[in-house]
């Protein structure tokens, strides 16, 4: 993958992300975008549609499933299972049926329920699992298509949003065994995406540490995301400090940090997040090894440097 290649395609998930959390989706500009996406390539249209389940997912719990909600799932999963009949690639296929399943799924809460009362808490939470459960299918094999058009000249590991969606599950075990094999495949990778965790649509995947952590970030810098192999480490550390994984299992994930970091040089504007990410979750490291409760006014002094030189550094671009 050259570099212009991987920033055009980082440019463009960026793009679909943000514009699909801050405008009004209808079921007619869901259909236009699957079109018109796969006419440039496969890969943004499965990307589009991850992103778009997402966020009516995010709707879902806010609000529950409403008339214009379903009509818009309709739109989204009607056009992907027609436009998708002819594709012969194993991944899309197997994506294909899975979109028909979930459909009659929603389709068959929806219709269950009472036409005096709306839909309770307990379907619509039902049906947002159901939602982000098949989006985390279509980022999977939006990955492994990227993997397949982009050759060996990157390292794209498949499952880190699978890892980041078992971590939010509770499922600490699974989270720790796709991590730690996306550590080993990244670690010293030259070129690897970018995971835009920033924008609203990722949120919900998030647990509430690196939410809280990177929120401030936004105000600076929206568009700021961590790689792949830092989403890992993060997820990997966190998942040994929940297991409660021996001290010597983290001095080992703790060199892997120590070369992540030195991968991701603190001069270059975008490693930024990756960095406080990286030393915050050291940190956390650290006082488990020690013994030590960890408090968030334990990395007060981290943050507050990494504030003001975030602000520094952008306001110098701006006047540049």
Request: proline share 3%.
């Amino acid at each position: 993958m050259s570099p212009n290649t991987c920033d055009a395609f980082d440019h463009a998930e960026f793009f679909i992300a943000h514009k699909v959390s801050r405008s009004s989706l209808t079921a007619r500009s869901c259909v236009c975008c699957l079109i018109e996406l796969r006419k440039i390539s496969e890969c943004l249209s499965i990307y589009f549609l991850s992103v778009a389940l997402l966020h009516v997912a995010h709707r879902i719990s806010n609000s529950g499933l409403t008339d214009e909600l379903m009509n818009l799932l309709y739109g989204l999963l009607g056009q992907f299972i027609n436009t998708g009949r002819h594709c012969s690639r194993r991944s899309s296929v197997l994506l294909l049926s899975k979109a028909v399943i979930m459909m009659k799924a929603v389709d068959d809460r929806f219709k269950s329920r009472n036409t005096v009362q709306p839909i309770d808490d307990h379907n619509s939470s039902d049906i947002v699992e159901l939602l982000q459960l098949f989006a985390v299918e279509c980022l999977k094999t939006y990955r492994q298509l990227e993997a397949r058009d982009f050759g060996p000249e990157a390292k794209i590991v498949t499952t880190d949003f699978e890892a980041m969606y078992a971590y939010k599950r509770g499922d600490y075990q699974r989270c720790l065994q796709l991590s730690t094999q996306n550590v080993y495949t990244l670690l010293y990778a030259d070129e690897m995406p970018n995971v835009h965790i920033l924008l609203p649509v990722f949120i919900q995947l998030l647990d509430n540490e690196i939410v809280a952590l990177t929120a401030p970030t936004l105000i600076v810098c929206p568009r700021s995301s961590i790689t792949q192999l830092t989403l890992s480490l993060y997820l990997m550390i966190q998942c040994q400090l929940k297991l409660r994984h021996p001290v010597m299992s983290l001095a080992q994930t703790a060199n892997y940090m120590e070369v992540a970091q030195k991968r991701h040089p603190v001069e270059y504007i975008k490693y930024t997040l990756d960095q406080l990410v990286l030393k915050f979750i050291a940190q956390k490291a650290y006082y488990y090894c020690r013994k030590k409760r960890f408090r968030w006014r334990n990395v007060e002094r981290l943050y507050t440097d990494y504030l003001y030189w975030l602000f520094y550094t952008y306001n110098e671009v701006e006047s540049a």
